[in-house]
């Protein structure tokens, strides 16, 4: 079965670092472009971070560039999204998101994690 299950969320003070990690599970990861999403509330869901299947080529929100990394091990199944130099605006449930573009399309999510940055 298709699983996209984030883990590493957590609360930090404003300044500090997580990274999150999403493992994947059910289709072949190494083929999949990966996304990190967040979601504050009464906000719009808002794309934070891209990679590419092979993972050279990544992109990122204006807001998180220079403080943020995201990167893959296809090896292990699993993307993640380094985060530094949080702020309060970076507080939001963060979630996964695998695609897969050939004849069809295939989209997956997972449930997400959430993150809190206090000032």
């Known amino acids: 079965q298709v699983q996209l299950v984030e883990s590493g969320g957590g609360w930090v003070q404003s300044g500090g670092s997580l990274r999150l990690s999403c493992a994947a599970s059910?289709?072949?990861?190494?083929?999949?472009?990966m996304y990190w999403y967040r979601q504050a509330p009464g906000k719009e869901r808002e794309l934070v971070a891209a990679i590419i299947s092979a993972g050279n080529n990544t992109n990122y929100a204006d807001s998180v560039k220079g403080r943020f990394t995201i990167s893959r091990d296809n090896a292990k199944n699993t993307v993640y999204l380094q985060m530094s130099s949080l702020k309060p605006e970076d507080t939001a449930v963060y979630s996964c998101?695998?695609?897969?573009?050939?004849?069809?399309?295939?989209?997956?999510w997972g449930q997400g994690t959430q993150v809190t940055v206090s000032s």
């Open positions: 998101r695998a695609v897969w573009v050939g004849g069809v399309r295939y989209d997956y």
């Open positions: 059910g289709f072949t990861f190494s083929t999949y472009s």
